[in-house]
């Protein structure tokens, strides 16, 4: 049976009871055992959550995947891959301050922890930033999708690079590219649906990097008590794991989204 | 029980409080973010447009594959996946292979019948 005992920089509790162990365990072990489990059980709903987003996408983009390859161009790669590369910086501070926790290391781990928190912070400005130029440029979802001129010059150059009579439903007659372009109502209806893809799947994944970062904060609190030890560590563990799934969600939706020729 | 037996990291300083879960040596964590982050220049670098021609019709497949790997690295490492329970992992994988069900029969359902609804929207088309 693991040793458990009650660290002295934790408030003053009564020394025959460890101050976080719930009545209805034996130990700390058994404890966090049973806690990394329901973590785990959870991100399974998670997956299953965004599975139906990104079964919306395979559905989509094997019906008209020319929408995408237009869609694509209206986002900046360079943001998407400074996201990316933030995020698995976040990850990298997430797993130091667990282990920080794992090793006492009470400093180390509200180190990690705020570091964590700030890419958070980083990576939600790169998408305001990214939304903000969208909401200006009248790139949004379906019904509320009108491309400003700007947006429209970036359209009309890419459509007349497509293959004439292309598999693309607006060329319902087999009229050429360039000259008439399908109507703006025809080529807004479709490519709308593109953004409403692109605001579901992005928006709810920013959604749960809020939470992460509010369930971060929870924890950076405690930690600064003083609560975790070698003994005593789920919280941070189990928000540990949330924030790692939030950022290989992301590192799937990059490349399906940016990354499309 | 857990697989990993309880043991103080190198640079731990008393025994008897050693954590009872396996601790990840921070070489290792450095290790695995620097890989993360050349796959993630490597997916770039393959959409640039130099080798998005020489890549061709694999460019998703290869995108897919490569987030595949970073995905792995942030489980196995990150989550801690490879010094867990087995358990764990079943479940890990057990929700993949939910997706991947819900996706494929969706996607054979949709391939199958898209061009019907396609002629049905050209008859209808004004």
């Given amino acids: ?261 | 029980m857990a697989d990993a037996e309880p043991h103080a990291s190198s640079d731990h300083a008393t025994d008897e409080h050693a954590c009872y879960a396996h601790v990840v040596p921070v070489w290792l964590l450095v290790s695995v973010f620097v890989a993360l982050i050349l796959l993630t220049g490597l997916t770039v670098l393959l959409h640039e447009p130099g080798w998005r021609e020489r890549v061709g019709d694999w460019g998703l497949a290869a995108a897919m594959l490569i987030a595949t790997a970073k995905a792995a690295l942030v489980a196995l490492y990150f989550m801690h996946l490879r010094y867990d329970k087995p358990f764990h992992a079943i479940v890990f994988l057990a929700a993949l292979l939910f997706v991947g069900l819900f996706l494929s029969l969706t996607v054979l359902d949709t391939v199958e019948y898209q061009p019907d609804i396609k002629r049905y929207d050209e008859l209808r088309a004004p």
């Fill in chain 1, 1 to 261: 049976m693991s040793q458990t005992h009650d660290k002295p920089n934790a408030a003053v509790a009564a020394p025959e009871h460890p101050r976080f162990l719930a009545h209805h365990y034996g130990s700390y072990r058994e404890q966090f055992e049973a806690g990394k489990l329901g973590m785990w059980i959870f991100l399974l709903t998670e997956i299953l959550l965004f599975g139906g987003l990104f079964c919306a996408y395979a559905v989509y983009r094997a019906n008209h995947p020319e929408i995408f390859h237009e869609g694509a161009k209206f986002l900046n790669t360079y943001l998407g891959a400074t996201n990316t590369c933030v995020l698995l910086l976040s990850s990298l501070t997430m797993a130091w301050g667990v282990r920080c926790a794992q090793i006492d290391r009470r400093r180390g781990l509200v180190v990690c922890l705020a570091v964590t928190l700030l890419c958070g912070g980083v990576f939600m400005g790169i998408k305001y930033v990214e939304y903000r130029h969208k909401w200006h440029d009248g790139l949004l979802w379906a019904g509320w999708f009108e491309p400003g001129k700007e947006a429209l010059e970036t359209l009309d150059g890419s459509r007349r690079r497509l293959p004439p009579g292309g598999n693309s439903p607006d060329n319902v007659e087999e009229r050429p590219d360039g000259p008439s372009p399908p109507s703006p109502k025809e080529k807004s209806r479709r490519l709308g649906i593109f953004f409403s893809i692109y605001f579901t799947t992005t928006g709810l994944h920013a959604l749960h990097v809020l939470a992460g970062m509010g369930a971060i904060i929870w924890v950076l609190v405690r930690a600064a008590k003083g609560h975790f030890h070698s003994q005593y560590f789920g919280p941070v563990d189990y928000v540990g794991l949330y924030w790692h799934l939030v950022d290989v969600i992301w590192i799937f939706l990059f490349p399906l989204l940016y990354l499309i020729e």
